[in-house]
């Protein structure tokens, strides 16, 4: 039977504020960091439902609307609460590609501190389609996305510490992660996702299963080119899937608004 304080322990919600944002916690943090991953979807929605709010305060300031002021805004609100890790992940997975078909030469290149070409150009492409999509989403008041978008990315990192193995001969950030996440983990984390997309209705069923797709793909690219998953290549996945969801809705622009909910407003 299982413990309650097993999977819903506080001590774990620290351990996944402290990881995933700047927030501190006061109390503890827990040892068993398996028990922080149910809480990395719910460290998403409050993400998310931060930047709404500010997208609301920006709306009520005494100015003529100005979008792309507020996409840049939201922007830098997500950078900032998140400390830029994942875009720090994306950055070192992208300037891996110049190992080339050399793993172990690909797992230095992570750990280097220095910032190369690619890892450039993959920051710029990155935070443009952000704030694209960020200004898309703002201009059809559907920024309310933003929590589920940003719930099913942290899931999906979940679903690769959860079902590969750690690439790392050495401990790194992710390794106490992907050590103690189990396959409870991984079920309950998909639960809490699941459930808070259902009062957005079946588009976020939709979003939720094309991030799963490009969650599996890449974590198959990721056994084979690098032997399992480390924490940048946790923060690729993340900031990938936040974009391609992210772009999706900015795509639909409208329409999302007809879709939130079972309700289906026209």
Known sequence: MLNSKDYL????????????????????????????????????????????????????????????????????????????????????????IGGFFQREKRLSIMKDTSL???GVLALLVALLAKWLAYERLVSCGSVIWLLIIFTLSRSMMVELMTTLPYARAEDGMGQPFVAQASTRNRVLSLVVSIVFCIPFGPLSFLL?????????????????????????????????VEITLLMICAILGTSLISYTGWGWAF
């Open 9 to 96: 322990s506080l001590d774990g919600l620290g351990t996944a504020l402290k990881t995933l944002t700047l927030f501190p916690w006061p109390s503890r943090e827990s040892e068993d960091f398996g028990s922080s991953l149910i809480w990395f979807p719910v460290i998403g929605l409050l993400l998310g439902l931060i930047l709404y709010a500010i997208n609301i305060l920006w709306g009520l300031l005494p100015f003529i609307p100005w979008s792309g002021g507020a996409a840049l805004l939201l922007l830098a609100m997500d950078i900032y609460l998140t400390r830029g890790l994942h875009l720090d992940g994306l950055a070192d997975w992208a300037d891996s």
């Open 116 to 118: 190369g070409t690619f």
């Open 208 to 240: 939720f299963f094309l991030g799963w797709l490009e969650t599996k793909l890449f974590g198959i690219r990721c056994r084979h080119e690098f032997g399992g998953i480390t924490g940048d290549l946790l923060g690729t996945a993340n900031e990938m």
